[in-house]
């Protein structure tokens, strides 16, 4: 994959940027984001980092895979639903450094294209400082492809999957070069 022949329409700004895009977000955790439209702001609570829905909790975290044939990653900007006392530490840490913190528990609440299955999976929150969003690890030896990608990495190929999954990128092979390459 070239990444120099590629650009991209950002969803936040609307403007084309060079490159491909190394990252995907989600507005809101998925039970909240199914909540029709018309009901949403009348049944929940949110903000770009915070969303309560009832008596469940979310917090917007950073989720990082490695690549393994460059230097990087693909970032998940995804939601984790805690338990309230959690949710109370974080906000009680908002605006502080809590990188000291020790890890908490939560589970994944969205669901990650090509991943199959990955609301309700258990992950471990690291607060951050106040400027960056808590990131999101699994345990070592995670078994989902996810936990395991987290870990080990992902391959040019891999993210290409993702890209299309996403939109970004259309699912056509195209000739990268006169030897034959495709992506």
Not at 120 to 131: D, S
Not at 157 to 163: N, Q, S
């Amino acid at each position: 994959m070239s990444e120099g022949s590629e650009s991209f329409v950002c969803a936040a700004c609307g403007q084309t940027h060079p490159g491909l895009p190394m990252d995907s977000a989600f507005q809101l955790p998925d039970i909240v984001w199914a909540i029709p439209e018309s009901e949403r702001a009348s049944r929940a609570r949110w903000t770009t980092d915070l969303c309560q829905f009832g008596e469940r909790y979310f917090i917007r975290c950073l989720l990082q895979v490695p690549f393994t044939a460059r230097d990087g990653c693909y970032a998940w900007g995804a939601w984790a639903e805690v338990p309230w006392p959690t949710f109370k530490r974080y906000l009680d840490l908002y605006d502080k450094d809590a990188t000291d913190e020790a890890r908490v528990e939560g589970v994944l609440a969205n669901d990650l294209p090509t991943y199959g299955g990955t609301i309700g999976l258990p992950v471990l929150l690291q607060f951050q400082t106040a400027k960056l969003r808590p990131t999101l690890h699994f345990a070592a030896g995670a078994q989902h492809q996810l936990g395991r990608e987290t870990e080990l990495g992902i391959s040019d190929a891999r993210l290409h999957e993702i890209l299309v999954a996403h939109g970004h990128i259309p699912d056509e092979p195209r000739e990268q070069s006169r030897a034959g390459v495709r992506a």
